[in-house]
């Protein structure tokens, strides 16, 4: 496991507010202290078929190394905010610049996950805000942050519910997150087709 710069977050509340408290993370997650984190569901359309992409996460990583997981997440340090994070986020580890405009909040969600990862306890308790955006782009002309990422690929959205729900591929990946984009998504296909007619 390779060593990282100690990064502090806030504490918040069950809303998400911060409290005023900062913890660092590695204390935040083997106390199980309450914090923050953004969540970026990159989509596409190929072929008439919704496709989603995936990160799969470095072998290096303190939690579900080689697992795949979110196409962009973070923790978000101290004094930021949910969408400055999610965007910082997909600059450092995809190399994709976006802007407010581009992220379609899905909705937030209460995580709270524990286990043990390299013979240490990990309890992660999170508030996180989940957004969705559009991106054609090729897995190749992504810049990933290899401490982070090792890999990122396009799967059609049904089969990767299935996929998640089944436990068919490695991945720390919530199925009711899946869900909720899935939701979001489909109100705003009808929301752009209603607009077209």
Known sequence: MCEMSEEWLDVVDEEGM????R????????LGIRHRTSHVWILREKQGRLQILLQKRSRDKDSFPGCYDIS??????????????ALRELKEELGVEAGPQELFYCGQRDIFYETVFYGEPFRDCQ?????????????????????????????????????VEEGRIPNCIYPQELRMVEAIVQKYAVFVKNMRE
Do not use: K, N
Not at 23 to 30: I, K, L, N, Q
Not at 74 to 84: M, S
Not at 127 to 136: A, G, I, P, Q, T
């Open 127 to 163: 508030v996180s805000r989940v957004y969705f955006m559009w991106l054609d782009r090729e897995p190749e002309e992504f810049s990933l942050q290899e401490s982070e990422v090792e890999a990122v690929a396009w799967f059609p959205f049904p089969e990767c519910i299935s996929l």
């Open 23 to 30: 913890v660092e993370r590695s204390r935040a997650h083997r």
């Open 72 to 85: 962009s997440a973070g923790h978000i340090p101290a004094g930021e905010d949910y969408i400055p994070s």
């Open 18 to 21: 911060p409290t005023g408290e």
